[in-house]
């Protein structure tokens, strides 16, 4: 069988891409910077928010920006790029302004027995305000959100997967009485390892359906999202035979396995063939993931 090639929602607004590369990049002031899971735990994670000024640099909500971080690497060359998603709607982290957000991780790994932090994620979270940054994008032309109202959002993801579907959920929170559902499985250890944590349980049930899974919550089972996706496999199977119905997924590359065999699981519970729904999905831009 052959692999359908990745397309957009055919509603999605058409993106602009590639504006600006590394060697004409787009400088942006930081205007925010917050740290956005708990002071107490491992992992760090930022609320990041640019300013392009008059500058243009119109994005949509799924798609990437490049940062490129200062000084040059060992063979005296500027660093390559790394790209973050935008975490904020098409019309600004505030309305009708020329900002946008990012949720950032600080990376750390373990060198001759040292914790080393990543170049460019270390570079954002220690950003104050005022700092420029050099920035190029916006990338991605297939991982969008349908336009169409009535259309049914499943986003399901890890740590700063949690990004672009911030940025759609705040899409569909500027467009009230939208008919199509906002669901939302998101993962992480604990509560306070969960970015968005305090400002996703303000958000009504009327406009999402939040789904929050814990692994190392104290006292409790171990549970991923796709365990909680089989907990809710009638009202999946429901919204999967609808062809209104969107699946995102980002973060982690090893969380895609196991929804996947999530979804295999509750399609032939309810007598549906997931490869052939999902090459069907995809061949209709319906199908979408971002693990890295
Ligand atoms: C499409 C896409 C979207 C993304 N979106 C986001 C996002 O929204 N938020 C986010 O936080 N990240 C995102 N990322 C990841 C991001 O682009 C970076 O890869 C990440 O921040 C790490 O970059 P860094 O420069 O901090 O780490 P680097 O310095 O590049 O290090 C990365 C890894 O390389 C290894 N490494 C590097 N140097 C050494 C060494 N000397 N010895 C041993 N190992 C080493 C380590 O394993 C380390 O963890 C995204 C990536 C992609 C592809």
Redesign the pocket.
């Known amino acids: 069988m052959s692999i359908p090639h990745v397309i957009p929602p055919k509603t999605a607004k058409k993106p602009e891409i590639n504006l600006y590369d590394r060697k004409n990049t787009v400088s942006a002031t930081l205007v925010s910077n917050d740290r956005i899971t708990s002071p107490d735990v491992e992992s760090e994670i930022h609320h990041i928010v640019l300013d392009f000024g008059k500058q243009n640099f119109p994005v949509l909500e799924g798609q990437?920006i490049g940062i490129i971080?200062p000084g040059t690497n060992k063979r005296g060359r500027p660093h390559i790029a790394?790209?973050?998603?935008i975490a904020s709607a098409r019309d600004g982290e505030w309305r009708n302004t020329n900002t946008l957000a990012?949720?950032?991780?600080r990376?750390t790994?373990e060198?001759n027995g040292e914790t080393?932090s990543?170049?460019?994620?270390?570079y954002v979270c220690d950003l104050s305000i005022g700092d420029e940054v050099q920035v190029t994008g916006p990338f991605g032309d297939t991982f969008l959100m349908p336009n169409n109202p009535d259309a049914n959002i499943i986003m399901i993801c890890t740590g700063?997967g949690a990004?672009p579907f911030r940025a759609m959920t705040e899409r569909r929170r500027r467009q009230p009485d939208v008919p199509g559902q906002l669901k939302l499985y998101f993962g992480a250890r604990t509560e306070g390892e969960l970015p968005y944590f305090d400002s996703l349980n303000k958000l009504s049930n009327k406009l999402i359906n939040k789904q929050l899974v814990f692994s190392r919550e104290a006292g409790k089972p171990k549970k991923y999202v796709q365990h909680h996706m089989l907990d809710e496999s009638n009202e999946l199977a429901e919204l999967l035979k609808s062809p209104e119905t969107y699946v995102y997924i980002c973060g982690l590359r090893d969380m895609e396995l196991g929804v996947e065999e999530a979804f295999d699981e509750i399609c032939s519970d309810a007598d549906l063939n997931w490869e052939t729904l999902k090459n069907e999905m995809k061949s209709s831009g319906r199908y979408h993931v971002?693990t890295?």
């Open positions: 990437n971080p790394r790209l973050y998603s990012l949720t950032v991780k990376v790994y060198e080393k990543g170049l460019a994620s270390s700063t990004a971002e890295y």
